[in-house]
Structure formats: C-alpha cells, structure tokens
C-alpha cells in the first residue's frame, strides 16, 4: 500500500506543478502586454503585483487577472471589496491607479477588508494596437449586464438616446460576452460587500445601489450621472442591491498626482470602514450621533 502512494503522490502531484507553471508564463506573457501599452506601469510593476489567473477569458483568450488579499489570521474583515479597473479598454488610467493602489496594499494590507482586485476586464480593448472602449466583439461591456427586460432598456436606450453609436453598443443580448460573463460568475462566488469600478474621464464619483454614496473621493466629487440600462452599476447596484461605487477619473489618458491617488484611496477606505455592511453603517450613523449629542 505505501510502496502505490509513493508511486501514485508524484504523479498527482505533476498536473497541478504543470499548471502552475503555465499560469506563470500566462501572467508572465500578460505583464509583458500591459507594460508595453500603459506609459504608469512597467512590466516589472506588473509582474510585482504578483497577479493570478482567474477562469476568466477574453473573447481573444486573454486571461483576466486578479489579486486576492485575502483576511489576516489576526484579524476578522469588515467585509469584501470587488475593485475593477479597465472596464472600458481605451480608459487607460483606469487600470494603471489600480496597479499603484495594488502596491499600496501590498505593503499596507491589514486584513481590514477582503479585497478582490481586477486590474483589466477588458484585456482585448486595452491590448491592442489602437484601444478602444469596447471589447474585441465591439460591445460595450459595461451595457452587457443583466437587468430586467434587458432588450427593452439597454437596447433600446442604446437606440434612442445613444444613436446607435457603436461605441455604447450592448450587444445582441445582456451576457452575450465572455468578460462580463465572468464577472457575474465571479460576483456569485466571491459575494462582495462592495464593488468599486474605476472608469474616465468624468472626473466624479457616481453611485448605484442602497444607502449614500462617498460625497467626495480626493478631488473628486459625488455627482450621479443616471444609471445606464445594462451598466454593472445597474445590475449590481440597483438589482443586486450591492453597493457599486465608480470612480471616474479626470483624465483617461493622464494619470491623477500621487497624492491625489493616496487621498482618492484615503477617502474610499474610510467610506468604506463607515458603509461595507448594514451593521458598519448603523454603527456609523449611531456614533455621529452620539458625537452630536455629547456636550461640548
Ligand atoms: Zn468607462
């Protein structure tokens, strides 16, 4: 019996050594294309952030990456945080204050949230010659979302307050693309408190889903643009009832100063102390309160 464990435990083993190191050299490949498009991160930088790969494909068989900072033995979480940048492939600022805010975490990450960080969900918009806002199936992923009556709003503002521009197209049908396919998988399983989605170049904060949003982020202002038919924050927001916070940077192809990148997360981690669950908010409205009352 021990001399077939001896022989079966290599070769158990061997798959799972393989894979690894095939999803190295994806990550690596991956970093190679990230860093020869975006002027803030380096290869190096990317490769640094220590990514993963996630199930997720592009419709060209990019991989989507991820980062988990997963809870502390020392500590419980407050909750879960979903952060996504690259939504829309030609909002390069959008992924890069991501990876900068990856290295914040890699040395500040005390276990208060359990983050979930994907820098590009859009890989085949940002990883092309000329980038573009939509996926390489040219759709807007960001309108692919499923929400009710889906053909009757996203397609239908689509055609009646957009034009028909091809650059806000939905799709033929709300999770007709791989990207947004997974996210949705990949919202089911990690089940976050609040998804933050980083986007250009509103420079605003908007706001979808149940109780108030951030009244300002750095420079950035809370301003609710209206909810878009099939947007993710028509879907996890208002139907999921998910807090989703998005950040629109000024500028999709100038990047925000360094202290604007440490006050706008600054700010987000406060909001998100006072607002990642029903029972941190209360909290945080019970103790303005009690602040009010005290005598002074
Ligand atoms: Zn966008």
Redesign the pocket.
């Known amino acids: 019996m021990l001399a077939i464990k001896r022989l079966l435990l290599p070769v158990l083993l061997l798959p799972i050594s393989l894979y690894a190191e095939y999803d190295a050299e994806l990550v690596e490949q991956e970093c190679q294309r990230i860093g020869g498009k975006l002027g803030s991160v380096s290869v190096q930088d990317c490769l640094d952030a220590d990514l993963t790969v996630t199930s997720g494909r592009s419709n060209k068989n990019a991989p989507i990456l991820l980062k988990e900072y997963p809870p502390l033995p020392t500590r419980n979480p407050l909750g879960k945080v979903l952060l996504v940048g690259g939504?829309?492939g030609d909002?390069y600022s959008?992924v890069s204050i991501v990876f900068k805010w990856l290295r914040t975490l890699d040395i500040h990450h005390s276990g208060m949230f359990h983050w979930n960080i994907v820098p590009v969900l859009n890989p085949d918009g940002l990883l092309q010659r000329k980038s573009q806002?939509v996926n390489a199936n040219d759709i807007d992923l960001?309108r692919n979302f499923p929400v009710d009556d889906w053909e009757n709003t996203a397609l239908a503002h689509w055609k009646n307050y957009r034009g028909s521009n091809p650059r806000y197209y939905p799709g033929e049908q709300a999770l007709s693309e791989p990207e947004s396919r997974w996210l949705v998988e990949h919202i089911d399983q990690f089940q976050p408190d609040v998804i933050v989605a980083v986007?250009?170049p509103y420079g605003v904060v908007d706001y979808d889903g149940p109780r108030n949003g951030p009244y300002k982020l750095g420079r950035l202002y809370l301003n609710l643009l209206g909810t878009y038919p099939g947007s993710l924050g028509n879907y996890a927001g208002i139907k999921r009832k998910i807090p989703v916070v998005t950040i629109e940077l000024p500028y999709a192809g100038i990047m925000p100063t360094s202290q604007e990148i440490n006050s706008i997360w600054r700010d987000m981690i406060r909001w998100l102390m006072q607002n990642i669950t029903e029972e941190a908010y209360n909290n945080s409205i019970k103790l303005a309160q009690d602040q009010d009352a005290a005598p002074s």
Do not use: G, L, T
Request: charged share 25%; glycine share 0%; aromatic share 0%.
């Open positions: 939504i829309h909002e959008s806002r960001n986007h250009a």
